[in-house]
């Protein structure tokens, strides 16, 4: 019977394959045995205790709780926990001294005894969850109850085990970054799924994870740099705190003071590195060395100072930045250099011939292997974006635990940011990541597994009887994502990906997969395919429009908007339908006729219909997202003189600021948008103001394209219409401001057009013209006093690249405080007439002459409006730029 169980399990098989394929397993088989054992449980009932010495540390006494409770969860029986020899069958939890390796397991049973054990009391906990898991079936998909997957049983015997396990890669962690929202939640999600380390010791929890400290923690305190400059970097003949000098003799011994004046006395490794910028120390010893073995041979001496006063304390070191080639000396031994694949590819696999990043990665990463030092890798998978949407690639992150492997890597550890701190789960980025970040968890555990049968587990566990169309849709997407016909580095906007991932075909396969999945679950609602639903509908979201709906954010006291108040009128012909919102309520205002408003929050399937018919008489229903039609449902709202006012409370939702709900309105025999077509978006903005608009031009739009996607979220963000400037809409519509960028460029603004725009300035128009060549702003104008010649920056290190002087006025604080320009352009602008224009912004422009500056932005009044003219690229938000710019002439 217990053979058999566990040859059907389809974990246990994988399991099989995956022991003929590993050295590392010292043995898994099932022992027969014919003595008659008393079950584990049986009809809520044990005769089983869970047993450890009374001496055992806190990760056992943490293992046997774990254990505990699990058990009972599955059966309805606590085993008792005792700690001295008790007649009757036991579990033992305890470290193994046949179990030299720390991080091996055992699990060893015989008659009435079960034994889970292994080389360290971590390895104990370690071994406790991997028979939860297997052959008990227990899997913790995410954090939470939720994400607890305990399967009941009646009665259960323990069958022949015998398996030792150590997993390839000893070090197996998650970086957690941002906000730490749940975090005490899904560290012990970490630890259920193997996880055994991470970069903040002190404020985890060293029951489950070693005990590191890691931070850009080398460094000279910042007060010494007035006393002592010779100790920081030296970059082109001056000093600069941004790094410490390398070379020398005394640094050491300061930092090492420094960092032995607050190690917590528990902590077991310490990582090393310098500061997170690559303004690094240029004088002579260090310039010989290059920066690697400089930093090397640093933390060679660093680490000996250091271990002469710790020696029981474990070293750590990363190659990362400026450092991350191989160094000319041997590192001195450590317990791992983890080599930082910020600069790898995540759409490619590593080594993929068609991606250079991801090759050159693979030789670096070769290159550290051949030097012999113990290594590891820190990734950055779920930094591919900035606010982190789903990222279904499963193969990537197959193939980078693989790689690791391959490459004898001792730890791999992975960032993940748990923010944002608050909002709906699904805002949360960890909560967007749960299935590939338990991807990772497992692999990091058995690099062996298939990432493919890994997402069938998931799909079996989480969905029921919807797995297999949810497999279909989450294969798709992993397949869209390495087809992706573009590189994704670290941190990047996942709007300009959008377009080329969610294809129309991609649409199509998800769309039929959840329709499918919800045929197969027969009405009844799963949680979790329902969070797929809208985990994809955000990336849909992306897309973008041209037109949203910008809807004005009214004073929470506002009861009804005055006539011609809110956003842009519909566009309905023979109506003049307009919206706003205040916190609590939603305004459809100047109704003239017979009208219908369907709102969703356009995550859901279920809509909302506010009625009003040609007497005037209003009306309400719901239909469900199946299609069931409620009429029953009598929300409180109101509609009197053309104006409907529908509270959130009457919806059950209200929305955040910037929430784009999904929107239809029928004005007679008229519909926005027409009926075949998929719903409006409606932005509550923040904004009392929404009825601007920014007309946006790129003269390279094979570049640009990218980046237009986040800057229009950022514009209809903050209230602004945003139109993608064309020849068409250049020379007949109307903007309010005009954002030229490199209109230099192959696709120029057509020669008739300027008359039109130097119209639209002079009439109150604000013009930006940005651009990192010449432009000829004197043929646009028609005027030689526009002349303007750019001038490249020479020897400047990015630390002096900042800006020098910023002319005073309201330009600088109103409405955005605008202080950090960031890294300053790479050219800087000559008017021919420096008189007529305004000097903005200046910065330095050569690094043999510190003081020689240069302007980086220009403005001048041009009739009623201002023309800007800008160096690329500036740290500030192009619509907190274009508000502000507003300012300048406003008396
Ligand atoms: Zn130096
Ligand atoms: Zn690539």
């Not at 050295?23 to 003595?35: I, K, R, S």
């Not at 954090?143 to 000893?170: C, H, K, M, N, Q």
């Not at 060549?773 to 490249?792: G, H, I, N, T, W």
Request: net charge neutral; hydrophobic share 45%.
């Amino acid at each position: 019977m217990n053979r058999e169980y566990c040859c059907q399990s389809p974990i246990g098989k994988v399991v099989a394959v995956v022991t003929a394929a590993l050295t590392v397993v010292v043995g898994a088989f099932f022992l027969p045995y014919a003595a008659s054992a008393a079950p584990l449980f049986d009809a809520g009932a044990t005769t089983w205790s869970i047993r450890h010495d009374s001496l055992a540390g806190p990760t056992i006494r943490f293992a046997a709780e774990e254990l505990q409770t699990t058990l009972a969860a599955i059966s309805g029986a606590t085993l008792p926990v005792v700690m001295e020899e008790t007649a009757g069958p036991a579990i033992i939890l305890g470290v193994l001294p046949e179990v030299t390796a720390p991080d091996e397991i055992a699990i060893l049973s015989e008659p009435d005894v079960l034994r889970l054990g292994g080389g360290s009391e971590r390895a104990v906990l370690h071994a406790v969850y991997a028979f939860l898991q297997d052959p008990l079936g227990v899997r913790w998909l995410w954090p939470g109850e939720d994400g607890a997957f305990i399967p009941r049983r009646t009665r259960w015997e323990v069958p022949p085990l015998a398996s030792r396990y150590r997993p390839p890669i000893r070090y197996r962690g998650l970086h957690l970054c941002g906000d730490w929202r749940d975090v005490k939640d899904f560290r012990l999600w970490m630890a259920r799924n193997f996880i055994n380390i991470h970069r903040h010791g002190g404020h985890g929890d060293s029951r489950m994870f070693y005990n590191m400290q890691s931070s850009h923690n080398v460094r000279l305190p910042k007060e010494l740099f007035a006393l002592r400059p010779e100790l920081f970097a030296q970059i082109r003949g001056q000093r600069y705190p941004s790094q410490m000098c390398f070379s020398q003799p005394e640094g050491e011994a300061i930092v090492a003071e420094q960092l032995l004046a607050k190690l917590p006395a528990d902590l077991e490794i310490l990582s090393l590195f310098p500061s997170d910028n690559m303004d690094y120390c240029q004088c002579p010893q260090c310039t010989a060395q290059g920066v690697s073995t400089a930093w090397f041979s640093f933390y060679n001496r660093l680490i000996a100072a250091l271990h002469a006063q710790r020696p029981s304390l474990k070293f750590a070191t990363i190659a990362y930045q400026g450092y991350r080639d191989v160094p000319a000396v041997a590192v001195s031994p450590c317990e791992f250099v983890e080599y930082a694949s910020h600069a790898r590819c995540h759409v490619h696999t590593l080594g993929d011939p068609t991606c250079e990043r991801n090759r050159d990665t693979l030789a670096e990463m070769r290159q550290w292997q051949q030097t012999g030092a113990v290594m590891g890798h820190y990734a950055y998978e779920f930094d591919t974006f900035r606010a982190s949407p789903f990222l279904p690639f499963f193969t990537i992150i197959e193939d980078a635990v693989q790689t690791s492997v391959s490459l004898g890597h001792v730890a791999v550890i992975t960032e993940v940011s748990l923010s944002p701190r608050s909002g709906p789960p699904e805002q949360a980025y960890a909560v967007r990541n749960r299935l590939p970040i338990w991807l990772y968890a497992r692999l990091l555990w058995n690099p062996y597994m298939r990432v493919t049968d890994l997402v069938w587990e998931w799909c079996e566990t989480a969905y029921g009887a919807a797995a297999a169309p949810m497999r279909v849709y989450l294969l798709a997407m992993d397949r869209a994502w390495s087809a992706l016909p573009v590189h994704c580095t670290i941190l990047g906007q996942a709007a300009t990906v959008a377009p080329q991932l969610i294809t129309p075909e991609l649409q199509k396969t998800a769309a039929e997969a959840f329709l499918a999945a919800d045929r197969a679950l027969d009405g009844a609602v799963n949680p979790a395919v329902e969070r797929e639903k809208i985990l994809f509908r955000q990336w849909l979201d992306m897309l973008g429009h041209d037109h949203e709906v910008l809807v004005p954010l009214l004073p929470a006291t506002t009861e009804a908007p005055a006539s011609a108040q809110g956003s842009s009128p519909l566009p309905l012909p023979g109506a003049a339908v307009r919206l706003a919102w205040s916190p609590e309520k939603l305004f459809v205002s100047d109704i003239t006729a017979a009208c219908e408003v369907v709102l969703s929050t356009g995550l859901g399937g279920e809509t909302w219909h506010f009625a009003v018919d040609a007497a005037g008489t209003p009306s309400a229903w719901r239909i469900s997202a199946v299609g069931v039609r409620d009429d029953r449902w009598q929300p409180e709202w109101s509609f009197s003189k053309g104006v409907m006012a529908i509270p959130f409370a009457a919806l059950g939702a209200a929305p955040a600021g910037n929430e784009v709900w999904a929107l239809r309105v029928l004005s007679g025999q008229q519909a926005f948008p027409e009926a075949s077509a998929p719903p409006a978006g409606l932005r509550f903005c923040m904004s009392a103001k929404t009825d601007r608009t920014v007309l946006w031009w790129s003269g390279r739009p094979s570049r640009d394209d990218r980046e237009v996607t986040h800057v229009r979220r950022q514009f209809q963000e903050a209230g602004w219409q945003f139109k993608l400037g064309v020849a068409a809409n250049l020379a007949t519509g109307s903007a309010d401001v005009y954002w030229f960028r490199n209109p230099g460029y192959e696709n120029k603004p057509p020669v008739e057009a300027w008359l039109e725009i130097r119209k639209r300035i002079e009439a109150g128009a604000l013009a930006v013209f940005v651009s990192y060549a010449r432009m000829p702003l004197e043929q646009y104008f028609d005027d030689p006093s526009f002349f303007v010649a750019v001038r490249e920056i020479r020897g400047l290190p990015l630390a002096a690249r900042q800006v020098k002087r910023l002319q005073p006025g309201a330009w600088l604080k109103t409405p955005h405080k605008l202080g950090n320009f960031g890294i300053t352009p790479a050219y800087g602008l000559v008017p021919k007439q420096p008189e007529v224009w305004e000097a903005l912004a200046d910065m330095p422009v050569d690094g043999d002459q510190p003081d020689a500056t240069v302007p980086f932005i220009l403005a001048r009044r041009y009739g009623q409006g201002t023309v800007v003219v800008m160096g690329d690229r500036v740290a500030v938000k192009p619509v907190q730029l274009v508000e502000n710019f507003l300012q300048l002439h406003t008396p």
